[in-house]
């Protein structure tokens, strides 16, 4: 495993759309393997496969209750809304408030290329619409109510 490096916004990779994942690979799951790890490093609650340079439909989310591998996700069902404050590894030190479902069923292939549907409410349901937005080419800065603010690092936080 490795930490990957995050690409971030101005990267033409963000802005694409990814392939299908066709079958798991070697190469594959050593990915889905380094997306955790690289999410994990950056204290990141989800991460998706652009934002490490690869075209590749694979998100990786954990909010706190266990990692969920997610291949060629799409949402099947949502509900509800919640506004909030939203970042993104791909935008380090902004925020800004945004609008999701406050819940979402996607149907999606799990890391043995399995399929699985995965439900998710508040914070789940955010960071799952929020990284099925990366496989598209969209950043969430493009759902963004009003401006994007500046918000403290965790080293800023620590030596506070």
Do not use: F, W
């Not at 990692?67 to 949402?75: S, T």
Request: charged share 30%; net charge negative; aromatic share 2%.
């Amino acid at each position: 495993m490795a930490i990957r490096k995050i690409r971030e916004m101005g990267d033409k990779i963000l802005t694409m759309s990814c392939k299908e994942v066709k079958e798991m690979t070697p190469r594959l799951k050593e990915l889905v393997e380094d997306m955790l790890e690289t999410m994990y490093d950056a204290y990141g609650v989800g991460l998706a496969a652009p934002q490490v340079g690869v075209l590749k439909r694979i998100v990786v989310v954990d909010v706190g209750e266990e990692p969920i591998v997610l291949i060629n996700p799409r949402i099947v069902d949502k509900s509800g809304e919640q506004t909030g404050d939203e970042g993104c590894l791909s935008i380090p030190g902004k925020v800004g408030v945004v609008t999701r479902p406050q819940y979402v069923k996607v149907a999606a292939l799990n890391k043995h290329m399995e399929p699985i549907e995965v439900e998710g409410r508040d914070l789940l349901a955010r960071a799952i619409c929020h990284e099925l937005d990366h496989l598209d080419g969209v950043l969430y800065v493009k759902h963004v109510e009003g401006t994007l603010r500046n918000v403290e690092s965790k080293e800023e936080e620590e030596e506070a």
